[in-house]
């Protein structure tokens, strides 16, 4: 009789240093995971949001909302360049006539919110894991993207103090 196994890879780090000293109200992509060769047919996903008291108190309706989109067509080399970031900023006229990048065309993986009861201290909050596959069908597209929305009163922690993370780990099946 065939057994099936899932095996689980170690952490893929995604790089979240994009999302350091994100203003209030700003949005910032982070680098796209690329599955043409890792092939996992599922992943995990999550992290830790730090959020910061620099300029203001952290409100109780505050969070930072984490989206996922993937590309379909891998010869679409500007699908995923820094220079979209540019074009989520909820003043950009070109939103309405970029709908490959308009945040309404992204798929919401969660609302990280701070603790309420410690509101006026900086907080590290974990989010996640998420099963990458199930914003997509059933399957884990060739490459995926996460982009973050600060909705929040004040800018999200610095490089130097952040301890923003995102870490994947992919998930295959052995037959035996």
Do not use: R
Not at 6 to 23: F, G, P
Not at 86 to 113: G, R
Not at 141 to 170: F, R, Y
């Amino acid at each position: 009789m065939t057994v099936t196994k899932t095996t689980y890879s170690s952490d893929n780090a995604i790089v979240a240093t994009n999302w350091d000293a994100l203003a209030s109200q700003a949005w910032a992509t982070l680098p796209a995971f690329d599955n043409t060769s890792t092939l996992y047919v599922d992943g995990l996903i999550g992290g830790k949001i730090h959020f910061a008291t620099a300029t203001g108190t952290i409100l109780k309706a505050d969070s930072f909302d984490i989206y996922i989109c993937a590309l379909y067509d891998k010869d679409v080399a500007s699908s995923y360049t820094g220079g979209i970031d540019t074009l989520l900023t909820a003043n950009d006229a070109s939103l309405t006539v970029d709908v490959e990048f308009a945040p309404l065309n992204f798929k919401q993986m969660v609302s990280v919110k701070p603790e309420q009861t410690t509101a006026d201290t900086e907080q590290s909050v974990n989010w996640g894991p998420f099963a990458i596959s199930g914003y997509f069908g059933g399957l884990f597209p060739q490459k995926i993207m996460l982009i973050g929305h600060n909705n929040s009163n004040d800018a999200v922690l610095a490089a130097a103090t952040s301890d923003h993370v995102v870490n994947l780990v992919g998930i295959t099946y052995t037959h035996a």
